[in-house]
């Protein structure tokens, strides 16, 4: 089967694996028994956001934390997903009109990604105090260090991090951290800023199990995604399995980070079902009832963590 656009091909609700030559195959969706949460997502990126909610609604997936950034996003990013939402049951009818499932709660992080770190000043920071008296965003995020594309220097990025990890003490929220090849230096500013009481989330965690160690020695919260369903991730479903239960979530970063096996297209909210079948499998879970409490504990983490159980 081929489609003209991306969008066509996610219009039904149901999963499909790119082969060659614009040529798309049918994949069966596990079947999970329980709901789901999306932990860290941009669902305003996507090229439909009310198609991506419509969608979480027929696959099991209730909870989704949308990812703004203040430096980059659009002012308006927080109301227009909220507008995608209440437009989503007209589109669910569209997609499946038998289903009966509610449209995932919604909640926001809301944060200067270390990107961005550059045009992070005074007025940015009073902007993101705005935005955080939202009751509807639910922590600090995503912060960190990013060594790879360097996209700030690194001495912005780390004195950026360092503001506002101190923000998240004041104001008593968690943190979403988004750290990639700087874990030590990351580690090292927590250390000695303070772990925020109200928790912190390492999210898209795609290291091995030795690198896991320091930060479940912090309790943190750990986000798993798409890296751990890919063929050559050996190191991090082993790192999964070191996780606490009350300390795994599950997580997309949709648009990106598509699990397998629909790599190699756009990423969607509903693809987390395939990451939360995955770890059921490497945790070893094996009876529906194993199965049902441990999807269930991933899903009370998730809704612990932001606050909105």
Known sequence: MSFDTEEELFRDAL???????????????????????????HTHMLPDPALAFARCAVNGVDFVCNIVDTVE?????????????AAAPATLLEIAPECTASLPQLCFAAGCHPHNAKGFDAAAMAYLRQVLADPQVKAIGEIGLDFHYDLSPRDV???????Q????????????????EAHDLALQVLEEEGFP????????FN???????????????????????????????????KVPLNRLVTETD?????????????????????????????????????????FAALHENALRFYGCA
């Open 73 to 85: 996003d659009d002012p308006a990013t927080r109301e227009n997903v909220r507008g995608w939402l």
């Open 207 to 241: 290291l091995g199990p030795e690198d896991i160690d320091p930060w479940l020695a912090h309790d943190c919260y750990i986000g798993l995604g798409g890296p751990v369903t890919f063929k050559k991730s050996d190191f991090t479903r082993e790192a999964a399995k």
């Open 197 to 204: 009481q109200a928790g912190t989330l390492l999210h898209c």
């Open 254 to 294: 949709a648009p990106y980070m598509t699990p397998e096996p629909m790599r190699g297209i756009t990423c969607w909210t509903d693809h987390v079902i395939f990451t939360a079948d995955a770890l059921a499998r490497v945790r070893g879970c094996e009876t529906p009832e194993e199965r049902r409490q441990f």
């Open 157 to 163: 990025q780390e004195e950026v991090f360092r503001q």
């Open 165 to 180: 990890i101190r923000l998240a003490h004041e104001l008593n929220m968690p943190v979403a951290l988004h750290i990639r």
């Open 15 to 41: 999963f499909r694996q790119r082969r060659k030559h614009g040529v798309y195959r049918l994949i069966d969706a596990p079947v999970l028994e329980g709901t789901v949460a999306d932990t860290h997502c």
